[in-house]
């Protein structure tokens, strides 16, 4: 199947493939973005497992590595779409934050959290701050410079991060 842009999508096309009507969505989802994004979610989180592998590194490098190749895989388009279209859109905008990002930035920072606890990160270190520094240039490669980052490139960022994060 053909990856369709979000402008290309509409509620009636959800609807009729899902089986049920427009007014079945919207009382479910507040808008055609919400109910796209929320089906993109669903698709790639299994992709993405925030699982705490026991270590910092091996936490991050995991984390690049799947990330990268979501980009470079059939979900990489729509979360391009979803990103063009959210820099003109305040709908696309707060359904993209609320139902993709804000909730992967909470799972990500929670697993830093028990880091942070565990010793393994230290307590003051800004977990946004690593969380940007270590998605940022993916997105970057895949949305500006038009390039899917490899599983080479991820490893490196990851290790780059690391290394910042060393004492």
Same mark, same amino acid.
């Given at each position: 199947?053909?990856?369709?842009?979000?402008?290309?999508?509409?509620?009636?096309?959800?609807?009729?493939?899902?089986?049920?009507?427009?007014?079945?969505?919207?009382?479910?989802?507040?808008?055609?973005?919400?109910?796209?994004?929320? &089906?993109?979610?669903?698709?790639?989180?299994?992709?993405?497992? *925030? #699982?705490?592998?026991?270590? @910092?590194?091996?936490? !991050?490098?995991?984390?690049?590595?799947?990330?990268?190749?979501?980009?470079?895989?059939?979900?990489?388009?729509?979360?391009?779409?979803?990103?063009?279209?959210?820099?003109?859109?305040?709908?696309?905008?707060?359904?993209?934050?609320?139902?993709?990002?804000?909730?992967?930035?909470?799972?990500?920072? &929670?697993?830093?959290?028990?880091?942070?606890?565990?010793?393994? *990160? #230290?307590?003051?270190?800004? @977990?946004?701050?690593? !969380?940007?520094?270590?998605?940022?240039?993916?997105?970057?490669?895949?949305?500006?410079?038009?390039?899917?980052?490899?599983?080479?490139?991820?490893?490196?960022?990851?290790?780059?991060?690391?290394?910042?994060?060393?004492?």
């Amino acid at each position: 199947m053909e990856t369709q842009t979000l402008q290309q999508i509409t509620a009636k096309a959800i609807a009729e493939r899902a089986g049920t009507s427009k007014a079945t969505l919207y009382r479910w989802w507040p808008n055609k973005s919400a109910v796209v994004i929320d &089906a993109f979610r669903q698709m790639v989180v299994p992709e993405l497992p *925030l #699982r705490d592998t026991g270590s @910092l590194a091996g936490d !991050l490098t995991a984390q690049t590595r799947n990330f990268a190749r979501v980009l470079a895989g059939p979900g990489g388009g729509m979360l391009r779409s979803f990103v063009v279209a959210a820099r003109s859109d305040p709908e696309v905008a707060a359904a993209f934050r609320s139902i993709w990002s804000d909730p992967r930035r909470r799972e990500a920072k &929670a697993i830093l959290r028990r880091k942070q606890a565990t010793g393994q *990160l #230290r307590k003051d270190a800004n @977990l946004d701050l690593i !969380l940007d520094s270590l998605y940022g240039p993916l997105y970057y490669r895949f949305l500006v410079k038009n390039e899917p980052p490899t599983q080479k490139y991820a490893e490196a960022l990851a290790a780059l991060v690391i290394q910042g994060l060393n004492p």
